[in-house]
């Protein structure tokens, strides 16, 4: 089940450090290196979220949703409370609740600020240690140096065409990575299951 709260702790944190106005595609780049960097050196996500490559870049799927429902509200005026719900509906369900919107928006088309600061209570040290190296290796980059960077930080990624997606398995982490032996696996799996099983 995807960890809405960690997300939104994690991307405020991100934001707090950027001077409190950063980038959706940069913030993207940052919370997607803090969570693989966490599978690689601790066995465990901190988000749970599904990962994808995408065109240009990795994706975390369940963030990138809330941030297109964000985008949506903003480029076709979506403003009632019943459209928003609609625009919600069709996000992977977290059972924290949609705190996103509660706590993060777009100033513009591209630019995320707090709107209030949920705070850093749901992540661990070493998860914060994760976001630390996230947001150094994206800081004050442009979209082109970034995408650069990812390219070659991020050597599970491939381009998906002619496809416009494709999932990035752990397996496909840990093999880019050197790390791929079944004792491994059995260690991200069985995390990820017991996330999953107290339902959060």
Known sequence: MFREDKATQLAAYLIKKAGGRLNYLTLLKMMYDADREMVLRWGTPILFDTWFSMKNDPVLSSTYGRIQSELAVQEFGVVEDADISEVHSNLEPSRNGYLWSDYIQLEDRYNLVLISDPGDSELSDAELAMAEIGFQDFRG????????????????????????????????????????????????????????????
Do not use: C, M, V
């Not at 790390?179 to 990820?192: D, G, H, M, V």
């Open 141 to 200: 980059l442009d979209y082109d140096a970034a995408s650069k960077r990812a390219h070659r930080l991020f050597k599970e990624w491939k381009d998906p065409f002619p496809a416009g997606r494709q999932q990035i398995t752990f397996s496909d982490l840990l093999e880019a990575n050197d790390q791929n032996t079944p004792e491994n696996l059995a260690e991200i799996n069985s995390n990820w299951q017991l996330n999953e099983l107290l339902g959060r």
